[in-house]
């Protein structure tokens, strides 16, 4: 029965305890409700406040981004990258030049390398703030989104006077990047990570130790190590489960074989290592942000390719670590200016998949909180 | 004839008298302030906990409607009343209609037992009843939620509906017992020098309760200046130094009696939309508004009557005696409604800081809190109360002496109350069960998955 089946899960209920029989209850959350992140849609089966089983919807935000890349030359499918997970659009980006320039067997130059990995950084702060501040939103705090926001504002200037924009930013090439740094960048890329710091440490008074968040998130949705690698999760929410596994140190990319990243790991593997996990991620990404405007080193921003770029024919495989997780494009090539294929793996998709595994035997509110802890989003899940 | 003829003649008296006597002259000046005041303090603290949440937040808040963005509320009324009441199609027409009446009607009504000044206040203060009547009318609000939340026929808002029945049932109790503790101090005090009324019988009157707090025996008597000051002001006298906990436990419980953070539960917005109200829009949806910051300015004034003294602050005893001049009892009367008003706005203010900081518990986690922590801690209190008056007086000290070792003693308990609490959320939530529920995970995927916890790069 469904029933027993959940109830296997629920910690605290004794066995065999006596219950009166209610009617189960079909609740449909979202695509519009304000705690999805956008627009999935949970249909859950629901014994009082208890949820007994759970069928993520997706598709809702689908924009067929890999059809659209294989009808795009190399160089404008890097446009469209931004909006897969459209809250780290720079790190797509990387991922997208990464895989071609693998394909083609060339290798950005070496400011072009650090110049990604500044950017990226920044990206994956702006990312982790943004999971950070939905999360105390999610929890009933209002705070936090607000704090976080603006400081993921400072970010999106940032790049607006890097590259124009603000969202889609269309800074990388097959190659190396668009633009160099305008004048006094770097001066105010460090005046912004200094406030960060600040600012962080401030959200950290707000959200880690606070007695209701703590008890809303310690040992709820609790993921164990096996688990998460069944489930091939992959970023702060493998990491969190204890897993030590991370691109950048594991199988380092462009200046990750430079700059040595200290991976972030917690042993919980539950919501609250996922939030702890994101918080430290950014800590680390405001270190490596400093270390990358230290070691910048000159020289060109890109190598000379040709106006239409056709990779040879063939086919391969590059993997990043975006905020969400192991960011993979599977790229083929038939020799011509348009990609034969461009699989996007998108680690919110995969990672979603064991949600209706945790959820089981956990209350409605506890939904809420861990949806929040997985840090979803829909436009890479639907791409 | 002739009888009708002495009647009416009398009844025509009787009405003439009555409109121009001084009690009707009162009665209408403080009706009219009350639903003045009623209206009017939900529209302020709309905007000031959107302007105070702003500032909190690095952000501006409402600045565009009128002059320092005051008008935003009133336009936002403004712009509910003339929106169109959308019915959804399957709901229970009557009970839907009626609900935001039933949660607005107790809120106003809950006034009239809260007196502002010495004059105005309305006769309802004077009640006996005082503390059981405001019970009564915030408990009615529970009604009108459940009505909204089946009313809408609405999963959302049966959900929020049911909820907000628990809790505001369960919050009921520790907000009543906590208000007990100031009762059993009146009647402690009454009859002893330097307050009022019999030995031994205490008062439920929320105007006694203010008098009890304001001790005739104040220093510099004689003097004019701190005769001006003192009399009627003896803020070591207020009840919230000798009950520090029931103050601080009372403010908790009317957080979720008027379902504000972290007890917001029932419109808990990221998980059920918007609770009891989704389904509601125009200016149905803003009674249960109006009636929620009601409610919040209820609570505050009652906390402000019961612990803080009430009106009483320099001045107000000194100039509404009996003997002074018209104009200074109508100054007096003035400065009262301003302490008053302060002291409850203060109050309010903290509600609005505890929003803007504290997440939302889990539905679970608040009713444990109440019925394991907050019943059993009021209820000792109680015991308690009354245990040291016995000791005390079978020891012959002196009245002053029991408010003040009650007061050192209810002072350690707060303490002791924060260390409690803060160790039983610990043990209680799931936090130090996470590894039990970590080892039973483990064992049951263990037979599933092959074991390998961590991968290194030379594996893969």
């Known amino acids: 029965m469904a029933t027993n089946q959940g109830k296997g899960t629920i910690p605290g209920v004794e066995e065999g305890a006596e219950e009166i029989k209610t009617q189960e209850m079909l609740l449909n959350m979202g695509p519009q409700h304000p705690s999805t992140h956008g627009v999935l849609r949970l249909v859950m089966t629901l014994e009082g406040e208890t949820v007994v089983d759970c069928t993520p919807v997706i598709g809702y935000l689908h924009r067929g981004i890999e059809k659209i890349l294989e009808n795009r030359p190399v160089m404008g499918g890097i446009r469209y990258m931004d909006n897969a997970d459209y809250l780290s659009p720079m790190l797509n980006e990387i991922a997208y030049a990464g895989a071609v320039e693998q394909e083609m067997g060339i290798e950005p130059p070496r400011r072009a390398q650090y110049i990604r990995l500044l950017v990226g950084e920044m990206q994956r702060i702006a990312s982790h703030l943004v999971a950070v501040g939905t999360y105390g939103l999610d929890l009933g705090a209002f705070t936090p989104v607000l704090w976080t926001f603006r400081d993921r504002e400072g970010i999106m200037s940032l790049f607006e006077a890097l590259c124009g924009s603000r969202f889609n930013v269309n800074y990388l090439r097959v190659g190396g990047v668009l633009h160099d740094f305008p004048k006094g960048w770097l001066k105010e890329c460090e005046v912004f990570l200094d406030q960060l ?18 008890a809303r998130t310690q040992g709820v949705g609790y993921i164990d190590p096996q688990q998460a690698i069944a489930f091939g999760l992959t970023g702060p929410m493998l990491r969190a489960s204890g897993v030590n596994w991370d691109l950048r140190v594991n199988r380092p990319y462009m200046a990750y074989r430079e700059v040595p990243v200290n991976m972030q790991v917690r042993q919980e593997g539950d919501c609250f290592a996922r939030y702890r996990v994101r918080m430290q991620e950014i800590w680390e990404g405001i270190r490596l942000c400093r270390v990358a405007i230290d070691k910048m080193p000159g020289g060109p921003i890109s190598i000379r390719t040709q106006i239409a770029l056709r990779p040879p024919r063939g086919e391969t495989y590059f993997a990043i670590e975006s905020s969400k997780g192991e960011l993979g494009i599977y790229y083929i090539s038939d020799g011509g200016e348009y990609p034969w294929r461009a699989k996007i793996r998108g680690p919110s998709f995969v990672n979603l998949q064991i949600l209706p595994e945790i959820l089981r035997g956990h209350k409605i509110s506890d939904v809420v909180a861990i949806l929040g802890s997985f840090d979803l989003v829909l436009g890479e899940v639907d791409r | 004839m002739h009888i009708m003829a002495v009647l009416g003649d009398s009844l025509g008296n009787q009405l003439f008298n009555g409109i121009f006597s001084l009690q009707f002259l009162q009665f209408l ?6 639903f003045g005041f009623v209206l009017t303090s939900a529209i302020i603290l709309i905007l000031a906990e959107r302007k105070i949440m702003g500032w909190m937040q690095d952000r501006l808040g409402p600045i565009h409607t009128g002059p320092w963005g005051l008008l935003q509320t009133v336009a936002d009324v403004g712009k509910l009343l003339l929106k169109e009441d959308i019915h959804a199609g399957q709901i229970d027409k009557s009970v839907f ?16 037992v809260i007196p502002f000044s010495p004059y105005v206040s309305l006769p309802g203060t004077a009640i006996a009843t005082g503390i059981i009547y405001y019970v009564a009318m915030s408990s009615i609000d529970v009604i009108g939620v459940i009505m909204a939340g089946w009313g809408s026929n609405n999963k959302y808002s049966l959900i929020g509906g049911l909820r907000s029945a628990a809790q505001m049932i369960s919050y009921e109790l520790p907000l009543v017992l906590s208000l007990v503790g100031v009762v059993m101090l009146t009647s402690v005090l009454a009859g002893t020098p330097g307050y009022s009324g019999n030995a031994g019988i205490g008062s439920i009157a929320i105007k006694e309760i203010i008098n009890f707090q304001s001790v005739s025996a104040w220093p510099g008597r004689g003097i004019p200046f701190w005769d001006f000051v003192f009399k009627g002001f003896t803020p070591w006298a207020w009840f919230f130094l000798v009950q520090p906990l029931m103050i601080i436990i009372y403010y908790i419980c009317g957080l979720a009696e008027t379902n504000r953070a972290p007890f917001d539960l029932p419109e808990a917005e990221s998980e059920l939309v918007a609770g009891y109200v989704t389904e509601y829009s125009g200016m149905r949806w803003a009674l249960f508004y109006l009636g929620e910051y009601g409610n919040m300015t209820i609570v505050a004034s009652i906390a402000t009557a019961l612990f803080l003294g009430g009106w009483s602050g320099p001045g107000v005893a000194f100039l509404t005696a009996p003997g002074m001049a018209l104009g200074w009892q109508i100054l007096g009367n003035i400065l009262g409604i301003i302490y008053f008003v302060s002291k409850a706005y203060l109050l309010c203010f903290v509600f609005i800081w505890v929003r803007s900081t504290l997440p939302r518990l889990r539905a679970d986690q608040l009713m444990q809190f109440a019925w394991l922590i907050l019943i059993p801690t009021t209820l000792g209190n109680v015991l308690f109360t009354a245990l040291v008056f016995l000791v005390l007086n079978g020891a012959g000290l002196p009245n002053w002496a029991f408010l003040i070792i009650l007061g050192v003693l209810n002072w350690l308990l707060l303490a002791g109350f924060i260390w409690v609490v803060s160790r039983a959320t610990a043990a209680t939530t799931r936090r130090a069960q996470a590894p039990a529920i970590r080892a039973s995970r483990a064992a049951a995927v263990a037979g599933q998955i092959p074991e390998r916890t961590t991968v290194t790069s030379s594996q893969r």
């Open chain 1, 197 to 214: 710091e600040k600012n962080m440490a401030e959200l950290e008074t707000l959200l880690t130790g606070n007695e209701i968040f703590d």
């Open chain 2, 29 to 34: 000046i403080t009706f009219l302030s009350y």
């Open chain 2, 97 to 112: 209609l009626l609900a935001p009446a039933v949660f607005m009607a107790p809120v106003i009504a809950a006034f009239a």
